[in-house]
């Protein structure tokens, strides 16, 4: 089966992805913490933001190379970095990421190979985090970044937002992905040979009253709703009550008492320095 990505790469898609980049951003890059590195890949990069916000960190000749398949995605990415005077930051390269468009020279040289939010989206996981695995050189870091879709809560419950939620992460399977994914980090590292290092969350939630509560909880509206096609399609969820948990999701945004949880899985591991 092809990999096929469920979000597509419309202008409202690629909105929804800078609005998420701008709520997660920071709070990644802790978890990342780039220092010293001087060459850096970012495998799936999208609209190129997070992968600017890590070369941002980086000593100035150091060197950054994102691979995205998406023309389209690649596109906004370049343009992205042209409108913020940022050209010369990153590498932009189109590419599959089981088969990254590396010269041979590069292969086995990288001090960090990162990706996020992209796993769960291929049928191969594990041949995505292999050639991260030969990309980077010995002592090197792999860090992979994603989604388990089972860590989502929200309280006071909003009726048939869950049901939603599940309806639409199964369309997952339907394409041969896996949305639990994120569980299954710190496994991919040790099956290619890295040594873990690191396991830990990315907590992505809050409740009203923060800021960004309102632009957390559109985010997750906007991906049910790009979903909400495919989950009638596939008749995982009637018409009807697909849009009126969209409906009770909007009603929920709007309650003084609302929260909401959610987990980015994330893992490091280091490719071992003898072997
Ligand atoms: C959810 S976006 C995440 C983008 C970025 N990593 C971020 O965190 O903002 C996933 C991206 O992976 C790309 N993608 C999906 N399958 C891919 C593949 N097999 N090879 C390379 N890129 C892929 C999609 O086109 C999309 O731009």
């Known amino acids: 089966m092809k990999d096929q990505y469920v979000h597509g790469s419309s202008e409202k898609e690629q909105r929804r992805l800078a609005l998420m980049n701008k709520l997660i951003n920071q709070a990644c890059l802790l978890a990342l913490d780039p220092g010293?590195?001087?060459?850096?890949?970012?495998?799936?990069?999208?609209?190129?933001?997070?992968?600017?916000?890590?070369?941002?960190?980086?000593?100035?000749?150091?060197?950054?190379?994102?691979?995205?398949?998406?023309?389209?995605q690649l596109a906004t990415a370049v343009d992205r970095a042209l409108a913020e005077n940022e050209a010369e930051l990153v590498d932009f390269r189109v590419g599959e990421a089981a088969f990254l468009p590396l010269k041979r020279s590069e292969l086995g040289s990288f001090d960090l190979a990162h990706t996020r939010f992209l796993l769960e989206h291929v049928?191969?996981?594990?041949?995505?985090?292999?050639?991260?695995?030969?990309?980077?050189?010995?002592?090197?870091?792999?860090?992979?970044?994603?989604?388990?879709?089972?860590?989502?809560?929200?309280?006071?419950?909003?009726?048939?937002?869950?049901?939603?939620?599940?309806?639409?992460?199964?369309?997952y399977r339907k394409k041969g992905n896996d949305p639990f994914v994120?569980?299954?980090?710190?496994?991919?590292?040790?099956?290619?040979?890295?040594?873990?290092q690191k396991n830990t969350m990315v907590f992505y939630g809050g409740c009203s009253g923060m800021r960004e509560f309102q632009g957390i909880v559109h985010n997750l509206y906007e991906v049910l709703g790009g979903a909400a096609e495919d989950v009638i399609q596939a008749k995982l969820m009637s018409e009807k009550n697909y849009i009126n948990a969209l409906y009770a999701l909007r009603d929920f945004s709007r309650r003084p008492d609302a929260a909401l949880w959610y987990g980015i899985n994330w893992a490091e591991g280091m490719k071992p320095k003898f072997s």
Request: hydrophobic share 40%; aromatic share 6%.
């Open 123 to 171: 049928n191969n996981p594990l041949a995505v985090v292999e050639t991260m695995f030969e990309a980077v050189r010995k002592g090197g870091r792999i860090v992979l970044a994603d989604d388990d879709h089972d860590t989502l809560r929200l309280w006071p419950e909003p009726p048939g937002v869950m049901d939603a939620w599940r309806a639409y992460f199964e369309t």
């Open 36 to 72: 010293a590195e001087e060459l850096v890949l970012d495998v799936g990069c999208g609209t190129g933001e997070f992968t600017r916000a890590i070369a941002r960190c980086l000593p100035e000749k150091s060197k950054v190379i994102a691979v995205e398949r998406d023309p389209a």
């Open 182 to 196: 994120g569980r299954r980090l710190v496994q991919l590292l040790h099956q290619v040979g890295a040594e873990p």
